[in-house]
């Protein structure tokens, strides 16, 4: 019976739901009505059973001073015979009513609608985030994003149940004292009165403060967070070239910074907490010196002296604990205020509304007119014109920072031009879906990183349908199979089903790199992007596997980058970049006979690698 409740209260709120299509709120109170919205339903069962757990919480008092006033005015024979409806209804109400609703109330909220909330919101403000340019990700932390993603469910989740379960269970209870005190007399319920616009008076006077502190001690955190994840994320680099007293320093400052904010925070919440003390000790004082002067004068009994008195006493003490609930509240909403800083940030490339998939015949690219910078008074690449045929191996030549590695960004559509427009058969890429775009382009990148996956999830992540005979044909033709049957992980998986560690770093550089070769080779696009594909390998190892890559490049439209210039010669075509423009074209012979920048990067390189310093601008 009771695991059939809670399964079906466990398929209340469902976790994954996309995100809407249009961009969230940008402003704090639509964007949590946006969020609240979505169980709007299921928050009102939950208001519904706050209600009535105060109602009957108000009760109780009431059912003591009618018990008072029995014990004062029955014979004590007659106690039972004319007082037993009152004594059943306050044992239903103690032992059935009251603790059933709250149960209830507890279980749907805490197994019922929080949980499927809380994740819902964390997988839409993840899948937001996601879609994000990778410009956005480049200009911030990585800590501090999912930070952000992992907290900001939760404090809308918080927020709202307490304000639910806390400011409308006193709200409530409060009617319910006046009207249940002043049913006995009018003027003992003054004090309560006077308390509840008071009470307004102080929480409209220090929430607002209490919000913005609250959001600059959340921005503290995050920060803090990000420096911690950037720290663990780069450990090795700490370890080499660090001092430790520096890094301590510079996480200390973070440390510091986020303990003030949140000091500043606790102070403002000292003041508050001692109002509402002074307004309390005020608020029982008054109702008792009322209270004693109407019993003095025979205008109410002992039971509704003592009622009142019990109703007041549990007021104010809820008070009190709902003081900090209101202080969490407003935590929690500074806690989205930082968060919505990326939650709600526009993105910035977005697919058109009449985007359609990028149909693939040929695979031949062509730059038109292409003029890019990053944000930049000067353009990274200007007016850049050349065209790819279909199945043509060309390779980009230039020292570092000539804008080689930045007109493969646009090709992918990481960044959208300044001007002019990028084709692939024909279609202009800004036109078509980012996905498929991305699915017909297969990449190499000379900074290898692979998800924190089994070698197998890692292999098939291009084509997610392969079969395993296929994942391991992959492996072999990039000479990976040699190594991965000797690889497992701290959980004991081995070989295929070992886990790589983030980025890949429990494999050596070598190790990752045929990882991703053989990803490409499984995922078999039919343009094909090579940046230092072979960067990592050492010589033996590259030349074992060179005959895989010229036969992975058959019959393929092929984007080669590399400053070991020997890598290049195999290519029907070289475009030397320098400075964002096109200087030199043909072949390895003919730019060798031209004497350009391509004869001198070629004479000046040690053991196939370009010698030149690289000028500022770009990779």
Known sequence: MLSAVFARLQRLVDPI???????????????????????????????????????????????????????????????????????????????????????????????????GWQSRMRWQFFSRIARQSLTFFQNDFAGRLA????????????????????????????????????????????????WSLLYMLLLRHFLPHQRVRAQAASEGRSLLMGRIVDAFGNIQTLKLFGERARD????????????????????????????????????????????????ARGLIEVGAFAMAMTLVLTLLRASNWIAWEIAGIMENIGIVQEGMESIAAPVALLDRPDARPLIVTQGAVAFEGVTFGYGRSLPVVHDMRFTVAAGEKVGLVGRSGAGKSTLVNLLLRFHDPDSGHILVDGQDIAGVTQDSLRRRIAMVTQDTALLHRSIAENIAYGRPDATMAEIIRAAEEAHAADFIPHLSDWKGRRGYDAHVGERGVKLS???????????????DAPILVLDEATSALDSEVEAAIQENLERLMRGKTVIAIAHRLSTLQAMDRLIVIDSGRIIEEGNHRALLALGGLYADLWSRQSGGFLAAAAPAGAA
Do not use: C
Request: glycine residues 10%; proline residues 6%; aromatic residues 10%.
């Open 17 to 115: 739901v996309p995100p809407a299509g249009t961009p969230p709120p940008a402003r704090l109170w639509p964007f949590l009505a946006a969020h609240l919205k979505d169980v709007r339903g299921p928050l009102l069962v939950v208001l519904g059973f706050s209600v009535l757990d105060a109602v009957f919480d108000a009760i109780l008092p009431y059912f003591l001073g009618r018990i008072l006033d029995m014990l004062a005015t029955i014979p004590r024979e007659r106690l039972v015979e004319e007082g037993w409806p009152v004594f059943m209804a306050m044992l239903a109400t103690l032992l059935v009513i009251r603790p059933g609703i709250f149960i209830a109330g507890y279980a749907f909220a805490r197994v019922g609608v929080e949980p």
């Open 248 to 295: 301590d320093a510079y996480m200390a400052a973070a440390v510091r910074e986020a303990n003030a904010l949140f000091q500043a925070q606790q102070r403002l919440q000292v003041g508050f907490s001692a109002s509402l003390v002074a307004l309390s000790a005020t608020t029982l004082s008054a109702t008792a010196a009322i209270g004693i002067a109407l019993y």
């Open 509 to 523: 550089g070598g190790q990752r790199q045929r990882i991703a070769l053989a990803r490409v080779i499984l995922k």
């Open 147 to 194: 930070n952000r993603v992992m907290q900001s469910g939760g404090a809308i989740r918080q927020a709202t149940m307490s304000a639910i379960q806390s400011v409308v269970y006193i709200g409530a209870y409060g009617l319910g004292a006046f009207g249940l005190i002043g049913a006995q007399d009018w003027r003992m319920a003054m004090p309560i009165l006077v």
